[in-house]
């Protein structure tokens, strides 16, 4: 990995500053343009970044074209389809004490703009904000992680051979370092993908350069079973959930609020369905190709830390086995008797291990969450409407999927987003646009002014105030004059 220097880094700000506005008056067709030749360059050479994703952390070819290429080649089709309705400016309705003036929105870029894109889906979560980033008229600069650094590499090979550097620019190093010496410059906006505590230092410099900022962070995502769920009928979308990416997804179903008389049955079923995925012993699991390892041994060690806790407090391991530091392999682990004075319940696991948190009623259930701080994500599961409803109406977070896990993110015609420490803003599809776009309002004076009746003087000569009557009669000289000069 090639690390940057500050002063590279200040010649490619100036750069697209000077090029900003030539990107900022693009036209919708220019902006498609570029699109399609990003579209073409990710599919040409995906085989590439498969290889780079399995050398970073042992993902497989299927789970990263399914969760990485495939939503991002989705991601430039939708604004592809759409982009000539957004960039049209919207009408607004007349103002009833302006009625010779018209109002419209229009949406221009910010300008310059900054992405700091994660590990856990190293492609995914850096190429779709800059699809949005282009799709608005942006220039950027974009820096991926450096704890992936094959898919870095690969990014940055991608990336140069398909935009001049004055336009879209990938900058690489360690991400402490070099993502403040990002911070310290003017940039217009500013997104981030990670985790809460970084996201707050952002805010925090994003600030005194006064930049709008998109935060999409994290939190502990809970998986509330109702009374009546059908354990069998759902288990499946569970542990899918749950060991994508090996829990790695900020949208992952950190733990599970289960009937305390449905808790046996639950830890049987998700047994089961362990081993249909990756192997019947804990020996198959770890040979198996098709669950991805954790991104690093500081990782893994705080995954062992965590169960080593829960267990000293008296936590019960019913599935899963020893962490593996040395190979970056965490077991897929589930913890029973768990209480909320465990560390493993105080921030998010980002790992396979789910707790499980039994209740006797709804009611605590409900409570739980309410008194936690928001999730990214809330997953319902049972077939009550009215409970159903009832969660939603009593709980927030920045999205909520019902008897299923994951598949909210989907949909393009929605929102993704945090809400309270689980993120600031949203973006995807339309909301992408809207988050690199500033929102500006025009107005025009047609005609008659009919403001300027109202113009001082407000008062008689001597000081006193006008009455009704005088300024209603000096309205109509003011308007009679109008009228001779036509």
Not at 405 to 416: A, G, K, W
Request: hydrophobic share 40%; proline share 5%.
């Amino acid at each position: 990995m090639k690390e940057i220097n500050a002063n590279d880094i200040e010649r490619i700000f100036e750069e697209q500053g000077q090029n900003r506005w030539k990107i900022a008056q693009t036209t919708a067709q220019e902006r498609i343009q570029k699109l399609k030749k990003l579209r073409a360059a990710i599919v040409q050479s995906q085989n590439e970044f498969y290889e780079a994703v399995w050398q970073d952390f042992h993902k497989p070819k299927f789970e990263a074209r399914l969760t990485e290429i495939f939503p991002a080649v989705e991601e430039i089709d939708y604004n592809i389809s759409h982009l000539k309705r957004w960039m049209k400016d919207k009408k607004a309705s007349r103002e009833f004490f302006l009625p010779t003036t018209r109002s419209r929105l229009h949406y221009e870029p910010k300008g310059r703009v900054l992405i700091f894109a994660p590990w856990n889906y190293p492609f995914l979560l850096l190429v779709n904000p800059i699809i949005s980033a282009i799709a608005a008229g942006n220039v950027i600069i974009a820096k991926p992680s450096h704890k992936t650094p094959h898919v870095s590499a690969f990014l940055v090979k991608l990336f140069r051979s398909t935009f001049p550097e004055n336009e879209i620019a990938l900058v690489e190093g360690d991400g402490a370092e070099i993502g403040d010496k990002l911070l310290a410059l003017p940039f217009d906006h500013i997104f981030f993908t990670g985790s809460p505590k970084v996201g707050a230092h952002i805010a925090e410099m994003a600030a005194k350069v006064h930049a709008s900022i998109t935060l999409e962070l994290g939190g502990k995502s809970p998986a509330i079973l109702l009374p009546d769920i059908n354990i069998e009928k759902h288990i499946k979308q569970i542990a899918w959930g749950k060991c994508l990416n090996a829990g790695q997804t900020c949208i992952a179903p950190d733990y599970a609020l289960c009937p305390e008389d449905k808790v046996q049955e639950f830890v049987e079923a998700f047994a089961q369905e362990i081993q249909h995925m990756y192997g019947n012993t804990e020996a198959e699991r770890f040979e198996s190709i098709d669950f991805v390892h954790i991104i690093d041994k500081k990782a893994t060690a705080r995954h062992a830390a965590l169960l080593q806790d829960a267990i000293a407090k008296g936590a019960t391991q019913v599935i899963g086995g020893t962490c593996d530091i040395e190979n970056c392999y965490t077991p897929i682990t589930v913890l029973t008797n768990v209480t909320h004075d465990m560390e493993i319940m105080k921030s998010e696991i980002f790992g396979p291990i789910l707790p499980i948190v039994a209740y006797k009623t709804l009611d605590e259930a409900i409570a739980f969450i309410q008194n936690r701080p928001k999730p990214l994500a809330l997953y319902i599961f049972g077939k009550s409407q009215r409970n159903i409803d009832r969660v939603l109406s009593e709980t927030t977070s920045g999205s909520t999927c019902v008897n299923n896990t994951i598949i909210q993110i989907e949909n393009l015609d929605v929102p993704f987003g945090g809400v309270g420490m689980s993120g600031t803003g949203n973006y995807h599809g339309f909301y992408g646009f809207k988050a690199f776009s500033h929102e500006r309002n025009i107005m025009e004076q047609k005609g008659v002014d009919a403001v300027i009746f109202f113009h001082p003087p407000y008062s008689n000569q001597d000081g006193t105030h006008r009455s009704m009557h005088e300024k209603i009669q000096s309205i109509t000289e003011k308007v009679l004059r109008w009228i001779k000069s036509i």
